[in-house]
Nanobody, 133 residues
Framework: EVQLVESGGGLVQTGGSLRLSCAAS????????IAWFRQAPGKEREGISC????????YYADSVKGRFTIFSDDAKNAVYLQMSDLEPEDTAVYYC??????????????????????????WGKGTLVTVSS
């Protein structure tokens, strides 16, 4: 079964850090673009970061640039999102998703991956991050 499973969410104070994990099974993610999205209550889904191991690229939305870092562990078939200097505005359910077009993870084409209408191939079920003020 092809699936992604997120973990690592929780409650953290403003200024704190969390590391989210996205474990892939049923497929080898290094041929895919892996993206992190988040959705806060009452707000639309936001694409925040992606990584393509095959293309050697990463991308960050302005809202998280400089605070979040995405990286992968090929041996574990997993992608991680290290989040630092967290703010209450980062409170959301965080999802990872995979897409076969790995080259979409770039400064030029990340907007395609992050569009609401775009259908990522695989989605996880999400993990909740709550940042208290």
């Amino acid at each position: 079964e092809v699936q992604l499973v997120e973990s690592g969410g929780g409650l953290v104070q403003t200024g704190g850090s969390l590391r989210l994990s996205c474990a892939a099974s049923g497929f080898t993610f290094d041929d895919y673009a892996i993206a992190w999205f988040r959705q806060a209550p009452g707000k639309e889904r936001e694409g925040i970061s992606c990584i393509s191991t095959s293309a050697g690229t990463t991308y960050y939305a302005d809202s998280v640039k400089g605070r979040f870092t995405i990286f992968s562990d090929d041996a574990k078939n997993a992608v991680y999102l290290q989040m630092s200097d967290l703010e209450p505005e980062d409170t959301a359910v965080y999802y990872c998703a995979a897409d076969r077009i790995s080259t979409y993870c770039s400064a030029t084409y990340a907007y395609v991956l992050f569009r609401r209408e775009y259908g990522m191939d695989v989605w996880g079920k999400g993990t909740l991050v709550t940042v208290s003020s």
